[in-house]
């Protein structure tokens, strides 16, 4: 999964990527001040992993794995080529989701490109930007389809969906807010368009608003979960400033500053299940005394897809799938008593798999 992180310049991308991967980018109170995208891969914390790694003791762990790429501050007129935009947004077709930072915390002494912050309007130019780039990109798909219509009527259907895509790109309007039958969903998927991207908008609070009791009810707090509420996208709050500072800390330290912040999970954890269950994905657990291992499929994977992840051969091969969920793992306390309790099973090809299934294959090729 490659999650892209975007934002008007100086709201703070830069400060929650090192704090989500731990890395050391350029971060400065001034626009611009990333000139290149910024790439960091994180291993996704799974509990489940931990109990099995000190159940099995495996040579290696494997956890899954997200990228992030910090994508360099886009501004009014990016997608003409202002500020650093084409280059830029070019970073963006390449991800599965957009994580879009919107400043909400005043500061006199780190610049705003519009002057002082307002979520809304800030959100309003991004998105506008991303639309923007799209509009050119359908318009190129249009005039493809219609050459290719000359040769094959099918492509009438293609042109046609592309001009309607078209007007509702023109209405302001993002490509992942338009009805679609699904066949016609395939088709735009085809299209690399950004605002045909899942998006999960991030409040960036300031130290002081994020720890207060009273934070849901910060003015600039509440316009990102309104627009995020009433586009279907997903939202959480965090203050990267202060997820920097736990980031360097040893796991029982950071327990103890998030506790004494009243917050249960650090941000990188809300924002891992939050892509997860935006993008449709669930893991499912391979464990033995080689490895212990996180697998990442699409929910509704059916066994033998699932296999394929491991190895082509498993796919090709698969006779049944040997599961457990990890709750009954866990409740039993070993595999043997798993068995024993009847948690076991064996499951066929039509099988869809769950988060959390661990799971032996059986196959023969």
Known sequence: MKLGIVGLPNVGKTTLFNALTNADAESANYPYSTLSANVGVVPVPDRR??????????????????????????????????????????????????????RCFDDPDVAHVEGGADPARDIEIIDLELILADVEMVQRRI?????AAKGDKKYLHEEALFERLLEHLDGGL????????????????????????????????????FSSPERENDAYYKAVMEHAEQEGSGALAICAKTEQDIAGLPDEDKAL???????????????????????GLISFLTCGADEVRAWTITDGTKAPRAAGKIHSDF???????????????????????????????????????????????????
Do not use: C, W
């Open 143 to 147: 005039e493809k389809a219609k050459k």
């Open 257 to 279: 500053f998030l506790a004494d912040l009243g917050i249960e999970e650090s941000g990188l954890g809300r924002l891992i299940r939050q892509s997860y269950a935006l993008l």
């Open 315 to 365: 796919e090709r091969g698969f006779i049944r799938a040997e599961i457990v969920s990890f709750d009954d793992l866990e409740s039993a306390g070993a595999m043997a008593a798993a068995k024993d309790a009847g948690r076991v099973r064996l499951e066929g090809k039509e099988y869809v798999m769950r988060d959390g299934d661990v799971v032996n294959y059986r196959f023969n090729v």
């Open 49 to 102: 992993l931990d109990y099995l790694t000190a159940m099995y003791s495996p040579k290696r762990t494997t956890p899954a794995t997200i990228e992030f790429v910090d994508i360099a501050g886009l501004a009014r007129g990016a997608s003409r080529g202002e500020g650093l935009g084409n280059k830029f947004l070019s970073y963006i077709r390449m991800t599965d989701a957009i994580i879009h930072v919107v």
């Open 174 to 209: 993002p490509a992942r807010s338009m009805e679609l039958q699904p066949e016609d969903a395939e088709i735009i998927r085809t299209s690399e368009l950004i605002s045909l991207k899942p998006v999960i908008y991030v409040a960036n609070m300031g130290e002081a608003e």
